[in-house]
């Protein structure tokens, strides 16, 4: 769970989108740190979801958990394609003007909130995932989403170093090459949870 919580986040965090824009015009202004304040940020608005998603576990749980791993597979299939196709053309523009959003925690809140992919994504992937988790104990829930905070901290950090050194570490084509291994990730989990689905039916 881990491991699925990390490869699922990365994917997440990877893809371009308001939160790695905010993650760059902070990083212009304040530096490296303004990448783990952005995570911060959008980890508070991430552990509001949690908190909901785990206090409606028990209308789900139960007789119906092969629907919800057959939603988390489907989702997961349509999401890695979504990030194969995406990973043909994505690049990181390191060149953004600043934002008048300066403070990296506060922009990391309103990125998030603000996106219309964290809602559909926590509603669909996330959802699916942390109660197929829960399924198995406290322990595994928690460990899937230490993972995919541990993504999106490691992938924002990197983001802001790269700004104040004023290069982005990875080439074009590596980035992309990792974007589309972790969308062929993310469609082996699919087929994985949605076998589990069909079995257990």
């Given amino acids: 769970m881990l491991m699925l919580g990390f490869l699922v ?9 308001p939160t790695l824009v905010a993650t760059i015009n ?9 990448g783990p304040r952005v995570t911060l940020g959008h980890a508070a608005v991430e552990l509001f979801m949690v908190i909901l998603i785990i206090a409606g576990l028990s209308v789900v749980i139960g007789e119906y958990s092969w629907v919800i791993a057959g939603i988390g597979g489907i989702a997961l299939l349509v999401f890695g394609g979504m ?3 995406e990973a043909r053309s994505a690049r990181i523009d390191l060149t953004k003007e600043p934002a008048e959003i ?3 925690f506060l922009a990391g809140v309103i990125t998030s909130i603000s996106n219309p992919y964290f809602w559909i994504w926590w509603f669909t992937v996330g959802s699916a995932l942390l109660i197929g988790a829960y399924t198995g104990g406290i322990i595994l829930a ?8 541990a993504a999106d901290l490691g992938w924002f950090t990197l983001v802001s170093v790269s700004v104040h050194r004023g290069r982005f570490i990875f080439s074009e084509s590596t980035y992309r090459w990792i974007l589309g291994i972790c969308g062929i990730s993310l469609i ?7 076998s589990g689905a069909l079995f257990s039916s």
């Fill in 9 to 17: 986040g990365l994917t997440g965090a990877l893809a371009p989108g």
């Fill in 83 to 85: 990030t194969v196709w």
């Fill in 142 to 149: 928690i460990a899937f989403i230490l993972g995919h905070w």
């Fill in 102 to 104: 300066a403070q990296p």
């Fill in 188 to 194: 082996l989990f699919g087929v994985y949870y949605l």
């Fill in 26 to 34: 902070a990083s212009l202004k304040g530096g490296w740190s303004a």
